[in-house]
């Protein structure tokens, strides 16, 4: 297994149909960044070249003041397949961020 960014809208979004909400898919990754002007990363657990989970989340601030935001408030937090398997991905990018 390995994390890293998803940067395939199909691949991201046929996961999302099958596990995650609207709130998931991968075009809030351009509304974000067109309307904020936030970086948007969507992050994903692969095994080979299946996603195995997501973790959308969005860049604020700017170095060293910088912070990393779920849009876990609108439903669009951690996602994995089968409904489990993310939780350990926010603290795998963290980690991966220091």
Not at 20 to 25: E, M, S
Not at 45 to 69: F, H, M, N, Q
Not at 91 to 98: D, G, I, M, P, V
Request: overall charge negative; proline content about 7%.
């Amino acid at each position: 297994m390995k994390i890293a960014e998803c940067t395939n809208p199909e691949l991201w979004n046929d996961f999302v149909r099958q596990n995650g909400t609207v709130h998931h898919l991968y075009e809030w990754k351009y509304i974000n960044e067109d309307t904020f002007g936030c970086p948007c990363i969507n992050l994903a657990s692969w095994d080979g070249e299946k996603i195995t989970a997501i973790y959308p989340y969005i860049v604020r601030g700017r170095w060293p003041l910088r912070w990393y935001v779920s849009p876990n408030d609108f439903g669009g937090g951690p996602v994995g397949a089968g409904g489990g398997g993310a939780e350990d991905l926010p603290h795998q990018l963290h980690a991966a961020q220091r």
